[in-house]
RNA sequence: GGCAGGGUAGCUCAGAGGCCAGAGCAGGGGCUUCAUAAGCCCUUUGUCGGCGGUUCGAUUCCGCCCCCUGCUACCA
């Protein structure tokens, strides 16, 4: 292997990729993947194709309240909703390619023992204690009311359909006991003060110390870090981790029967059960401490933006308290993707849904239009139109083309085999070849860093510098003439097309496979390394396909259409 | 209201205290024909949101203002 690719860290590293948890109450959609999935798997298969001890794990969070509503709504269990959802989650990840090693549930008994020892822990440190609050509460849905299950008139600007945690008209945010005749969401009737009792996270506690680790953490994104600054800033208030619904955790004490651990207490906590789960399942069970204690490890959690302050507040104080658990080493939280121009909303339809997507196109092409705009400064904004175009100039044209006409011209030309190994190289094809094995090191940093769509504008640019390096030897000329000249080309260009091919394995996994086996390789890509594996003189290569399919432009209007329907 | 991010070519977006502010696409011109009518070269366009300030010099730093997005913690 002629990889060129020099770690500067320990190696081989261990990783942990913490990937969002999916609420368990829909099919996902473009938005999310972009968020989350996606760069979470390119990121894992890049550091699997190092080598390091990689893990990626998450898992449907079944429980809360909406999952609740929605089986009421549909006559069912909240079993039944999560476990429907789940499976659609599964199918959706194993058509797209989003590799995870376990994608668990938080309706395991593995989950509920880890959070009950959290929850019992932190209350025998004292960062837990008892006290009563009053909140509104449905008769007739026989249920506490999250401000935002709560409508009523706007205090302030007299609108009549505020929430009860913010008016969509004026902006406000409202508490829901300030709302003029407040109306539960869940039913007709109207909600009344109740008090209850509960336990709450002593937050405040850690203001502190989150405010001295947070500052330390410079590698961390602007957005995340300054808004997660701000918050401490503010101060941290204590949060209830109780509810009195019965579809969750149960508390582990008595006179608590009839309330359950509130979800974003125990989803967070679906990082380390699963891995705990993942190392039983391998039977080692305590090979889960390799990425929980050991020093030398790193936690990233891959998560939209408004998951942060779960992840980079709520959590490591969670982990504070327990101790001896691995504070996270990075949130690289993504910003949103609109779709057309707007928010994507699930009630409207607004959005892309991935089993629909699947069930009709290829993975590799939203892979890459996702990719190339993944909201990592700023939202980024989808088409229907852009990924056509995507699809057909740069994916179809630009790469795929390139593999094409390389195997082709040289099956054609060279008895369908690799030509012979050149005695000597020539400064165009020594510049081209240590042009791909150098990539190795920068787009790995890159990834590496989670600037994705540099790392594979980067690695686009290599297919493109190919193309010009074809154009500028012509081997479809040399060939009747020189064809030692055309040999030495074709030979380069295969071997620059193997480098370039292993180079977008984490983006593109589907198409990269079929590539691989185009060059003649045996074996997985995946398999061989980062770097770029050479082909051999005289390699016979087998008849290629085109990679990607030509879109026709009809697609976009029959997709837009079906938006918002 | 508060906080955060953003406002850069027709479009989608990069970028950086100072050589002519960039890429891809779209538009215009040319070359090529191996390839999924694919490839390559050349080329037009910008008051870098507005107003002030710091500086020898800002679009890049600071302040104020306008606009967009998100968050505002019992949705997770």
């Known amino acids: 292997m002629t990889s060129s690719h020099s770690n500067t860290r320990l190696s081989p590293e261990t990783i942990l990729i913490a990937v969002a948890w999916p609420y368990a109450n829909g099919h996902l959609h473009a938005g999310q993947i972009a968020g989350a999935y996606l760069p979470a798997d390119i990121y894992a298969r890049y550091h699997r194709m190092l080598g390091n001890h990689t893990l990626m794990v998450s898992g449907s969070d079944s429980h809360g309240t909406p999952v609740t509503v929605r089986a009421e709504s549909e006559g069912t269990t909240p079993t039944e909703v999560f476990e429907r959802f789940h499976e659609s989650f599964l199918d959706t990840f194993n058509r797209f390619g989003i590799?995870?090693?376990?994608?668990?549930?938080?309706?395991?008994?593995?989950?509920?023992?880890?959070?009950?020892?959290?929850?019992?822990?932190?209350?025998?440190?004292?960062?837990?204690?008892?006290?009563?609050?009053?909140?509104?509460?449905?008769?007739?849905?026989?249920?506490?009311?999250?401000?935002?299950?709560?409508?009523?008139?706007?205090?302030?600007?007299?609108?009549?359909?505020?929430?009860?945690?913010?008016?969509?008209?004026?902006?406000?945010t409202l508490d829901a006991f300030e709302l003029i005749n407040p109306r539960s969401k869940l039913s007709a009737a109207s909600p009344v003060p109740k008090t209850t009792k509960h336990h709450f996270i002593k937050l405040s506690a850690f203001n502190d110390s989150l405010t001295e680790w947070v500052t330390q953490q410079t590698h961390w994104r602007p957005a995340v870090r300054n808004f997660t600054l701000g918050m401490l800033r503010e101060g941290l208030h204590d949060r209830a981790i109780t509810r009195d619904i019965d579809w969750g955790i149960s508390v582990p004490l008595d006179g608590y029967e009839n309330k359950r651990i509130y979800v974003w207490f125990e989803a967070v906590i679906g990082y380390l059960s699963a891995t705990k789960e993942w190392a039983q399942i391998e039977g080692r069970p305590d090979d889960w401490k390799n990425w929980w204690q050991n020093s030398e490890s790193r936690i990233i959690y891959f998560q939209g933006k408004d998951n942060v302050p779960f992840h980079t507040l709520i959590w490591p104080a969670m982990l504070m308290g327990y101790g001896d658990l691995n504070l996270p080493y990075d949130v690289p939280a993504n910003q949103y993707v609109t779709i057309s121009g707007s928010k994507a909303s699930t009630s409207g339809n607004w959005a892309i849904w991935m089993p629909d997507y699947l069930d009709r196109y290829d993975p590799?092409?939203?892979?890459?239009?996702?990719?190339?705009?993944?909201?990592?400064?700023?939202d980024s904004d989808f088409s229907w139109s852009e990924y056509v175009r995507r699809n057909n100039d740069e994916l179809v044209a630009r790469w795929g083309n390139l593999v094409n006409r390389v195997l082709t011209i040289t099956r054609r030309n060279f008895e369908g085999r690799t030509p012979a190994t050149p005695s000597s190289l020539s400064q165009e094809s020594e510049t081209l070849l240590r042009r791909v094995d150098d990539a190795f090191e920068i787009v790995g940093e890159q990834?590496?860093?989670?600037?994705?769509?540099?790392?594979?504008?980067?690695?686009?640019?290599?297919?493109?510098?190919?193309?010009?390096?074809?154009?500028?030897?012509?081997?479809?000329?040399?060939?009747?003439?020189?064809?030692?000249?055309?040999?030495?080309?074709?030979?380069?260009?295969?071997?620059?097309?193997?480098?370039?091919?292993?180079?977008?394995?984490?983006?593109?996994?589907?198409?990269?496979?079929?590539?691989?086996?185009?060059?003649?390789?045996?074996g997985?890509?995946?398999?061989?390394?980062?770097?770029?594996?050479?082909?051999?003189?005289?390699?016979?290569?087998?008849?290629?396909?085109?990679?990607?399919?030509?879109?026709?432009?009809?697609?976009?209007?029959?997709?837009?259409?079906?938006?918002?329907?």
């Open 364 to 378: 590799d092409p939203l892979r890459y239009a996702l990719t190339v705009l993944m909201p990592e400064t700023s």
């Open 447 to 522: 990834i590496n860093e989670v600037q994705l769509r540099r790392a594979l504008a980067s690695t686009m640019e290599i297919a493109q510098g190919t193309n010009q390096y074809l154009e500028e030897r012509a081997p479809w000329s040399a060939v009747k003439n020189d064809p030692e000249h055309a040999g030495e080309t074709l030979h380069t260009a295969i071997n620059a097309i193997s480098g370039i091919t292993t180079l977008l394995q984490p983006f593109l996994p589907f198409t990269c496979a079929a590539a691989w086996d185009f060059l003649g390789h045996s």
């Open 524 to 565: 997985e890509v995946q398999e061989a390394g980062w770097g770029r594996t050479p082909v051999a003189g005289e390699t016979l290569l087998p008849e290629p396909s085109p990679l990607f399919r030509k879109l026709d432009d009809s697609i976009v209007e029959e997709e837009e259409a079906a938006l918002g329907t």
């Open 99 to 172: 590799s995870f090693d376990l994608f668990t549930t938080t309706d395991t008994e593995n989950h509920a023992k880890v959070t009950q020892d959290i929850f019992l822990t932190l209350l025998e440190r004292g960062y837990l204690y008892e006290a009563e609050q009053t909140l509104l509460y449905d008769p007739q849905a026989d249920r506490f009311l999250p401000d935002r299950y709560v409508e009523g008139t706007c205090p302030h600007c007299e609108y009549t359909q505020a929430r009860g945690d913010q008016c969509d008209d004026c902006g406000r």
